[in-house]
């Protein structure tokens, strides 16, 4: 740790303090805020329940993968626990990973056909 720590005056503790009680009340008017209101502390996915200091485990999701969409009624948010959030946005990945220029490539038609004829191996006996 650093020995040339500033020791900070009552003006700018009273200023430091009182921009800490902004972005509270900030983030309490946000939607992570909101949507805990809302919504039983349980992930969506895995139906774990979250309390106490775990709460923090419980993240919100945007159905639509749009965060600038937040309606008052919390129908595009979902609450999911780290583990399966992170799982969600996961598959959203490799989805676009999967329909990129590969999969757009043309897929050689198999003509190898292994069955070809067996009607004919039946009929003789």
């Given at each position: 740790m650093?020995?040339?720590?500033?020791k900070?005056?009552?003006?700018?503790?009273?200023?430091?303090?009182?921009?800490?009680?902004?972005?509270?009340?900030?983030r309490?008017r946000g939607?992570?805020?909101r949507?805990?209101?809302?919504?039983p502390?349980l992930?969506?996915r895995?139906?774990r329940?979250?309390a106490?200091?775990?709460?923090?485990e419980l993240?919100?999701?945007?159905?639509?993968?749009?965060?600038?969409?937040?309606?008052p009624?919390?129908?595009?948010?979902?609450?999911?626990?780290v583990?399966c959030?992170?799982?969600?946005h996961?598959?959203?990945?490799?989805?676009?990973h999967?329909s990129g220029?590969?999969?757009?490539?043309?897929?050689?038609?198999?003509?190898?056909?292994?069955?070809?004829g067996?009607?004919?191996?039946?009929?003789?006996?």
């Amino acid at each position: 740790m650093s020995k040339n720590v500033k020791k900070l005056d009552e003006a700018q503790k009273t200023r430091l303090l009182a921009e800490l009680h902004r972005d509270v009340a900030q983030r309490q008017r946000g939607y992570r805020e909101r949507a805990l209101k809302l919504f039983p502390p349980l992930c969506a996915r895995c139906a774990r329940e979250f309390a106490g200091l775990r709460l923090k485990e419980l993240t919100v999701h945007h159905k639509d993968h749009n965060h600038d969409n937040n309606p008052p009624d919390g129908s595009n948010w979902e609450l999911l626990c780290v583990y399966c959030h992170d799982h969600e946005h996961e598959k959203m990945f490799l989805g676009q990973h999967l329909s990129g220029s590969r999969a757009e490539e043309a897929t050689p038609v198999a003509t190898f056909q292994p069955f070809a004829g067996l009607d004919d191996l039946f009929k003789k006996k």
